[in-house]
């Protein structure tokens, strides 16, 4: 159902004060969802309504599709759980039952006894028959703000979004007006903008080959032109640079190779076939760097040579750039640079990543950073309480439909003012007044521009996936497909101890990242993407653990090996003392100040933490973590 078709039935409804059909369905236990003996599969329902004579244009698609049937790279649970409710059309308070879970609360006020009534997040079990049969999802309060489906009190009592004007006006709604909010959450249109990586593209891959048989083809039908021989290695030193994304490696190696080739143009009589062979080699190196500098769609890596973000020796080194490109209404600025990638709009977080091997030979894609610059600004000014409530952060996407509706509540507040005051009732006139300022403030809330990262009271700037968590999880999940579809074995993450001290002692890196057995701060407890991979891995039926990763190349046996010293402040982890060892190069051969360090030398690894990527990762991924609860401590900041 369009937008404006919704706003239109809530008016007449408000027009035609209709009342609301009693709240159907049992009350939902807390946490966890039992399913009723009457209650019919999701697919069931689904099929059910598309046989009404009503006509609906939800489609029948698997799970986390949202009615589409393609393979979009991240999917709703929420959604397929919003579908699960049925045909009809149910109040605020059904969807609201039906999205969360309520608990009774005890507690004393001035020493007497008193019950309060909290909601927390709602867990559900995939039906039989789906893929995802007997996994269990959890309706994230993050998804419900992004999708400005709800907005939360610190008691988590919805406050608005649109459940909260449907609650305010008594409008029904269908499992397809929500499901259609979901669908328009702006966290299902980011899109990644790739660097480095270049090597593996198919065009310059073809190019290179076709480099190297001219120049083959050559050196057969010319033996005397010694010169032709030696451009060979200097060839695979380019495409190493290219693989490794070092710019300026390429650069000098595409300088030797030019240069030797202009001495043979400039030495040897050559004939027009030679000439013709020497240009197009020449051509098609030109195109592979101009490729490699980013002319071929994918930009070339930022920070592969940053020593305290980057453990070097691992391979194809890539970026990852997750973008909203349009604007974001209500912000201090509405396309937005920020942080590390500047040279892109509204760039929401990124992912850093190279590739590493395992001592039994398997492909293992190693996350180095994932970091939110625009988000983690933001989130250090935001109490728990202050985040998802809607006041100092505004969402502005579907906004208008809960505008349209409080603009259309005060013309009638006014109508009822007037009403009430030439009638002399000055009591409801009073109550009037009230309910006019807060419709006043919501809307003159979502109107006011947020001011640039500045401290105090202020409206901050809003984007999608605030959490660290909510980040980090659609960061993984991002690289498991990736890793999915490019058939690497594991998906880990750099720990603390091998990389991020090298930012000096940060707690926030110690629990998020955490250690090779997956604790988070002081080795103990419990690190953020190690969890999260446990999570992941029990919807995917994969596993994790931890894994043993190569410092370098292990076909390259002579290493340059340095030493990272790192000690613990007083009161962290006993104030112990680590030695991270490092390969700075490798090479085939023996070289000056390498060391003997073969492929089944223990010495070569180091540990981390890992996801088994499984063939299923190659499909549509679960949007937001499995865990997101409504009631918080709600004094402590995001970061």
Same mark, same amino acid.
């Given at each position: 159902?369009?937008?404006?078709?919704?706003?239109?039935?809530? !008016?007449?409804?408000?027009?035609?004060?209709?009342?609301?059909?009693?709240?159907?369905?049992?009350? $939902?236990?807390?946490?966890?969802?039992?399913?009723?003996?009457?209650?019919?599969?999701?697919?069931?329902?689904?099929? $059910?309504?598309?046989? /009404? @004579?009503?006509?609906?244009?939800? +489609?029948?698609?698997?799970?986390?599709?949202?009615?589409?049937?393609?393979?979009?790279?991240?999917?709703?649970?929420?959604?397929?759980?919003?579908?699960?409710?049925?045909?009809?059309?149910?109040?605020?308070?059904?969807?609201?039952?039906?999205?969360?879970? #309520?608990?009774?609360?005890?507690?004393?006020?001035?020493?007497?006894?008193?019950?309060?009534?909290?909601?927390?997040? +709602?867990?559900?079990?995939?039906?039989?028959?789906?893929?995802?049969?007997?996994?269990?999802?959890?309706?994230?309060?993050?998804?419900?703000?992004?999708?400005?489906?709800?907005?939360?009190? =610190?008691?988590?009592?919805?406050?608005?979004?649109?459940?909260?004007?449907?609650?305010?006006?008594?409008?029904? /709604?269908?499992?397809?007006?929500?499901?259609?909010?979901?669908?328009?959450?702006?966290?299902?249109?980011?899109?990644?903008?790739?660097?480095?990586?270049?090597?593996?593209?198919?065009?310059?891959?073809?190019?290179?080959?076709?480099?190297?048989?001219?120049?083959?083809?050559?050196?057969?039908?010319? @033996?005397?032109?010694?010169?032709?021989?030696?451009?060979?290695?200097?060839?695979?030193?380019?495409?190493?640079?290219?693989?490794?994304?070092?710019?300026?490696?390429?650069?000098?190696?595409?300088?030797?190779?030019?240069?030797?080739?202009?001495?043979?143009?400039? #030495?040897?009589?050559?004939?027009?076939?030679?000439?013709?062979?020497?240009?197009?080699?020449?051509?098609?190196?030109?195109?592979?760097?101009?490729?490699?500098?980013?002319?071929?769609?994918?930009?070339?890596?930022?920070?592969?040579?940053?020593?305290?973000?980057?453990?070097?020796?691992?391979?194809?080194?890539?970026?990852?750039?997750?973008?909203?490109?349009?604007? !974001?209404?209500?912000?201090?600025?509405?396309?937005?640079?920020?942080?590390?990638?500047?040279?892109?709009?509204?760039?929401?977080?990124?992912?850093?990543?190279?590739?590493?091997?395992?001592?039994?030979?398997?492909?293992?894609?190693?996350?180095?950073?994932?970091?939110?610059?625009? =988000?983690?600004?933001?989130?250090?000014?935001?109490?728990?309480?202050?985040?998802?409530?809607?006041?100092?952060?505004?969402?502005?996407?579907?906004?208008?439909?809960?505008?349209?509706?409080?603009?259309?509540?005060?013309?009638?507040?006014?109508?009822?003012?007037?009403?009430?005051?030439?009638?002399? $009732?000055?009591?409801?006139?009073?109550?009037?007044?009230?309910?006019?300022? #807060?419709?006043?403030?919501?809307?003159?809330?979502?109107?006011?521009?947020?001011?640039?990262?500045?401290?105090?009271?202020?409206?901050?700037?809003?984007?999608?996936?605030?959490?660290?968590?909510?980040?980090?999880?659609?960061?993984?999940?991002?690289?498991?497909?990736?890793?999915?579809?490019?058939?690497?074995?594991?998906?880990?993450?750099?720990?603390?101890?091998?990389?991020?001290?090298?930012?000096?002692? +940060?707690?926030?890196?110690?629990?998020?990242?955490?250690? @090779?057995?997956?604790?988070?701060?002081?080795?103990?407890?419990?690190?953020?993407?190690?969890?999260?991979?446990?999570?992941?891995?029990?919807?995917?039926?994969?596993?994790?653990?931890? *894994?043993?990763?190569? /410092?370098?190349?292990?076909?390259?046996?002579?290493? *340059?090996?340095?030493?990272?010293?790192?000690?613990?402040?007083?009161?962290?982890?006993?104030?112990?003392?680590?030695? #991270?060892?490092?390969?700075?190069?490798?090479?085939?051969?023996?070289?000056?100040?390498?060391? /003997?360090?073969?492929?089944?030398?223990?010495?070569?690894?180091?540990?981390?933490?890992?996801?088994?990527?499984?063939?299923?990762?190659?499909?549509?991924?679960?949007?937001?973590?499995?865990?997101?609860?409504?009631?918080?401590?709600?004094?402590?900041?995001?970061?």
């Amino acid at each position: 159902m369009a937008l404006k078709e919704l706003l239109k039935r809530g !008016i007449q409804s408000l027009l035609k004060k209709k009342k609301t059909d009693p709240v159907s369905g049992d009350t $939902q236990k807390l946490i966890t969802y039992t399913k009723e003996a009457k209650q019919l599969p999701a697919k069931q329902l689904a099929k $059910q309504d598309a046989q /009404l @004579p009503v006509k609906v244009d939800r +489609k029948i698609t698997d799970d986390l599709l949202m009615g589409t049937d393609r393979q979009p790279l991240f999917g709703s649970s929420t959604y397929d759980w919003v579908m699960k409710k049925g045909p009809g059309q149910y109040s605020a308070d059904d969807w609201i039952n039906h999205l969360t879970s #309520s608990r009774k609360v005890n507690f004393k006020v001035f020493g007497k006894n008193a019950t309060r009534t909290e909601r927390g997040p +709602k867990r559900f079990t995939y039906d039989r028959g789906s893929r995802f049969a007997g996994k269990e999802a959890t309706i994230n309060k993050e998804e419900l703000f992004d999708t400005n489906l709800a907005t939360f009190d =610190n008691l988590g009592e919805v406050s608005g979004g649109l459940l909260g004007a449907a609650k305010r006006f008594n409008l029904k /709604l269908s499992a397809q007006d929500i499901g259609n909010m979901i669908k328009m959450n702006p966290a299902n249109r980011l899109k990644p903008v790739e660097y480095g990586g270049v090597f593996d593209s198919p065009k310059i891959n073809t190019i290179l080959q076709g480099v190297t048989s001219r120049l083959d083809d050559l050196t057969k039908t010319s @033996p005397m032109f010694v010169p032709y021989k030696s451009i060979r290695p200097n060839l695979k030193s380019l495409e190493r640079a290219i693989k490794s994304g070092d710019q300026n490696s390429v650069k000098n190696a595409y300088k030797v190779i030019k240069k030797e080739i202009d001495n043979i143009k400039g #030495s040897e009589v050559l004939n027009a076939n030679q000439t013709a062979q020497l240009n197009s080699i020449m051509g098609g190196l030109d195109e592979v760097v101009r490729i490699s500098k980013g002319g071929g769609g994918v930009k070339p890596a930022k920070y592969l040579n940053e020593s305290n973000y980057t453990l070097p020796g691992g391979t194809n080194y890539r970026e990852t750039v997750f973008v909203l490109d349009e604007p !974001i209404l209500g912000n201090s600025s509405t396309m937005r640079s920020t942080g590390h990638y500047d040279d892109v709009k509204n760039n929401i977080m990124h992912v850093r990543y190279d590739t590493r091997i395992t001592p039994d030979g398997k492909k293992a894609m190693v996350i180095h950073e994932i970091q939110s610059d625009a =988000n983690q600004r933001i989130a250090k000014q935001l109490t728990a309480k202050e985040a998802f409530a809607g006041e100092r952060r505004i969402n502005p996407f579907q906004k208008d439909i809960e505008m349209d509706l409080l603009v259309n509540s005060r013309t009638k507040l006014l109508t009822d003012m007037d009403d009430a005051i030439a009638k002399g $009732q000055f009591n409801k006139s009073r109550a009037i007044s009230d309910d006019l300022r #807060s419709v006043n403030k919501q809307i003159n809330n979502t109107f006011q521009a947020a001011r640039e990262y500045g401290g105090g009271s202020e409206k901050l700037d809003y984007f999608p996936l605030l959490d660290a968590d909510a980040y980090g999880d659609y960061s993984l999940k991002f690289l498991m497909n990736k890793a999915a579809k490019e058939k690497f074995d594991y998906v880990a993450v750099m720990p603390f101890n091998k990389l991020h001290f090298k930012q000096g002692y +940060k707690a926030g890196n110690e629990r998020f990242y955490g250690y @090779p057995s997956g604790k988070g701060i002081g080795n103990k407890g419990q690190a953020v993407m190690p969890q999260l991979m446990k999570k992941a891995a029990r919807f995917q039926d994969s596993k994790t653990g931890t *894994i043993k990763l190569s /410092l370098s190349d292990p076909k390259k046996p002579y290493k *340059i090996v340095d030493t990272d010293t790192f000690k613990y402040p007083d009161g962290v982890n006993k104030g112990k003392t680590i030695k #991270s060892s490092r390969h700075t190069d490798a090479f085939e051969e023996a070289a000056p100040n390498t060391r /003997l360090i073969e492929e089944s030398n223990p010495n070569l690894y180091f540990d981390a933490f890992a996801i088994e990527v499984k063939p299923n990762m190659t499909y549509t991924q679960k949007l937001y973590k499995a865990q997101g609860g409504l009631v918080v401590d709600m004094f402590k900041t995001l970061w």
